[in-house]
Structures are given as C-alpha cells and as structure tokens.
C-alpha cells in the first residue's frame, strides 16, 4: 500500500517543483517605486497642500471656481512632466490634451472670479464635499502600486485625479448657484468621463500587474 501511495506523491511535488519561481528578484515581477520618490506624487501632494490651505468663502460658485482651478494646475503640471520625460504617443498625445483643454477652462474660471462676488447664503456643505473628494483622491493615490514608469503612473493618477474633479463638479451642479459655473462643471464631468475611459483602455492594454 506504501508503494502506490508513493509514486502519486512523487510526481506532484515534480510537478510543483517545476512551476515558474514567484521570487521577487524574477525580471518579470512588478517593480515597486516608493511613493515619495515618483514625481507625479511629488506633484499631487503639492496640489493638495495649495488646496488645503485655500481661504474658502463658503459661497459654492466661487470656492468651486478656486479650487478647481488650483486641481487643474495641477493636471497641467503632471501632464507637462509626461511630455518631458513620457515616451507613448498615445501618452503624451492625451497629456497635450489634457493641458489644452484645462488651460482653456483655467481661463473661464480666473474670468468668473475676477467679476464674481462671494454670495450669501453660505453653503458649508459644499466645502465638506470639497475636502471628501479630494481625501477620497489621495487615499485611492496611495493604494497604487507605483511602478517608476512615466507612461503608466501618469494614466494611473491622472485616472484619480479626473474623478476628484469629477466628484467637484457633481457637488457644484448639486449646490453651485450661477449657470456659468453649473455649465463649466457639466462640460468638465463629460470630457473627464471620456478621458477617464481612455486612460483606462490603455492601462488594461499595458498592465503590469
């Protein structure tokens, strides 16, 4: 009984013995960049900073157009560092997309608040939202497994970076008070779903893990 017990065992510890290594030093594993190293963090946590310390008037309009234009800026940053440093066309094609299309609205938002006036009545509950989204963005930041490819760690946060400005701009269709905010915030929820769904698209086609 011993015996034909013996040779099953046998062959399946060959059989285990010879699958493919899971040693981290394996070329194929994923390499992981520490997060205060990568540039597009780097990037994110000064963005939050200028945020964080914003002097909020408590009118939804006129905070949302200061923030967002401080959460475009910092798209704009990232995307210029994947145009120095990115090698993929469809990349750096997206990032001059993304710079195009926010320098556009970073001038619709300084035209708003060079004429606008904060309004009474405050709305505190906008402002909670603020900060909720872009907590939300740092947190699903620092989950990423940052790998110290320009290419890939730009379209991963840049996906985190549209949502939070995603989420900005529902709160600002949801509070907001004047139609040229409310469009604005409309026009940035289509063109950051789509840009979303591209970048996306591409991650699933160059996945490292």
Known sequence: ????????????????????????????????????????MKQMHAMMDQMMAMQ???????DFAMMMKM?????????QEELRSGKDTDMKQMAQTIITKQQAEIQQLDAFLSSHTPQQPAVPEFNAKQMESMQ???????????????DFDFAQLMVDHHRSAIENSQAELEYGRTATMKTLAHNIIDDQEMEIKDLQAWLLAHKKY
Do not use: E, Y
């Open 1 to 40: 009984m011993k015996k034909i017990l013996r040779f099953p065992l046998l062959a399946a510890f060959l059989a285990l013995a010879s699958l493919p290594s899971c040693n981290k030093d394996d070329s194929d594993s994923l390499k992981v960049q520490a997060h205060d190293d990568n540039v597009f």
């Open 56 to 62: 909020k008037t408590q009118d939804p309009d006129h």
């Open 71 to 79: 959460h475009h800026q910092g798209a704009i940053t990232m995307s």
């Open 136 to 150: 939300r963005m740092m947190q699903a930041n620092d989950l990423r497994p940052l790998t110290g490819d320009i």
